[in-house]
């Protein structure tokens, strides 16, 4: 049974920061790429970040280019968004996926093509 679960949300200060961690189980991570999304209240969810499979490749939505980083450890069979300068405009429900395309390197920004989720984990932002 495959299993993505998400962690380190919270409630943060504008201009603060956090990590989050999706931790994977029940296949084999080295061979998916992984991206984020997320989805504030009454808006669709919306992409943020994607690593491919081996974290060679990355490609952020403009909304967070130069505030937040994605990485993964495929050790850990764990992706990483780190998120700097936080706003509140930054507050969703954030939700990592599972992409299997191994071996070849390209990666999804939409997330019709997602094999698989994680529950998601709650980041809010105070003014």
């Known amino acids: 049974q495959v299993q993505l679960v998400e962690s380190g949300g919270g409630l943060v200060q504008a201009g603060g920061s956090l990590r989050l961690s999706c931790t994977a189980s029940g296949l084999t991570f080295s061979r998916y790429a992984a991206g984020w999304f997320r989805q504030a209240p009454g808006k669709e969810r919306e992409f943020v970040a994607v690593?491919?499979?081996?974290?060679?490749?990355?490609n952020y939505a403009d909304s967070v280019k130069g505030r937040f980083t994605i990485s993964r450890d495929n050790a850990k069979s764990t992706v990483y968004l780190q998120m700097n300068s936080l706003n509140p405009e930054d507050t969703a429900v954030y939700y990592c996926?599972?992409?299997?395309?191994?071996?070849?390197?390209?990666?999804?920004?939409?997330?019709?093509?997602?094999?698989?989720w994680g529950q998601g984990t709650q980041v809010t932002v105070s003014s």
């Open positions: 690593t491919n499979w081996n974290g060679g490749k990355t």
């Open positions: 996926a599972a992409d299997y395309r191994w071996p070849a390197t390209s990666i999804l920004t939409t997330e019709g093509g997602y094999d698989y």
